[in-house]
């Protein structure tokens, strides 16, 4: 009951009352012709500040590819793509290259860490990409949040599956990103593990204004984001607010069997 208290405060105020991601008209083809792929067909969502939101669908809807082009790591066929104000569809690929390292964060399923590094030298690694001085102070500080104290000195092998993770999310954290962007960020986890994850996720939104845009495919993790949307086919089309895992699940099961009476040709989600 808490977490939905949390959910509608920020529902009806958003940090500063602005749209963290915009996508107007987005298409995605791959190929011409007969043979071309529509990815995403006509992509219409606008995401409040402050907000968690899950996108969920059936394999090949789309999730992954409306992921890539809501980030800029793929750009769109058609329409445009505006995070935190900023128009991206039109950036070269040194300004978006520019415009990830300093004002986007990432979780991935596969944690990504340098295992070279430390896990202080991890978490630093966007203010130095981003020409920063690292900033040692704020490293310990979301380490501390994340629940990794006195553990900057580590290596990412000396650390279990879900405390790597937690490096990811102290990653993404230390630059006060525009957006993060998560995907299957709980892939690899068991499922104790992969609920604390979650309530970072949900405790970085509810207490310091961060806005996430997670794809899963497991109803319980999209349970702790204030929306859930439904791709089918490259578009949106449902969405719940506030709901449970079972309702979660439910429309799941709709949308798969739905895919599976019709199957869509699209490229791989």
Same mark, same amino acid.
């Given at each position: 009951m808490g977490l939905r208290k949390k959910r509608q405060r920020h529902d009806e105020a958003p940090r500063d009352g602005g749209r963290a991601v915009e996508l107007r008209g987005v298409r995605r083809q791959y190929g011409r012709g007969e043979a071309a792929v529509h990815a995403l067909r006509g992509i219409e969502l606008a995401l409040p500040r402050g907000t968690f939101t899950a996108v969920m669908g059936p394999s090949g809807s789309g999730k992954?590819?409306?992921?890539?082009?809501?980030?800029?790591?793929?750009?769109?066929?058609?329409?445009?793509?505006?995070? $935190?104000?900023?128009?991206?569809t039109g950036l070269n690929?040194?300004?978006l290259t520019e415009l990830r390292r300093t004002r986007l964060g990432f979780v991935f399923q596969a944690f990504n860490l340098l295992p070279s590094l430390t896990v202080e030298q991890n978490v630093l690694l966007p203010m130095r990409f981003a020409g920063q001085r690292p900033d040692r102070r704020r490293a310990a500080d979301v380490l501390t949040r994340v629940g990794l104290d006195g553990l900057g000195g580590r290596r990412p092998g000396e650390l279990s599956g879900g405390q790597q993770q937690r490096v990811a999310i102290a990653?993404?954290?230390?630059?006060?990103?525009?957006?993060?962007? #998560?995907?299957?960020?709980?892939?690899?986890l068991d499922t104790t593990t992969a609920r604390e994850i979650l309530g970072l996720l949900r405790?970085?939104?509810?207490?310091?204004?961060?806005?996430?845009?997670?794809?899963?495919?497991?109803?319980? #993790?999209? #349970?702790?984001?204030?929306?859930?949307?439904f791709l089918a086919d490259g578009a949106i089309v449902d969405q719940l607010? $506030?709901?449970?895992?079972?309702?979660?699940?439910?429309?799941?099961?709709t949308l798969t069997a739905r895919a599976a009476a019709h199957p869509p040709t699209l490229a791989p989600c």
């Open positions: 992954s590819t409306f992921l890539q082009c809501a980030a800029g790591l793929d750009r769109p066929t058609e329409g445009t793509v505006v995070l $935190g104000g900023t128009t991206i690929e040194n300004e990653r993404a954290l230390v630059g006060r990103p525009d957006v993060i962007f #998560a995907d299957e960020p709980t892939g690899a405790d970085a939104v509810d207490h310091t204004g961060a806005t996430v845009v997670m794809v899963t495919h497991d109803p319980v #993790a999209a #349970a702790h984001a204030d929306r859930v949307l607010e $506030g709901a449970p895992a079972d309702a979660v699940a439910a429309r799941m099961s």
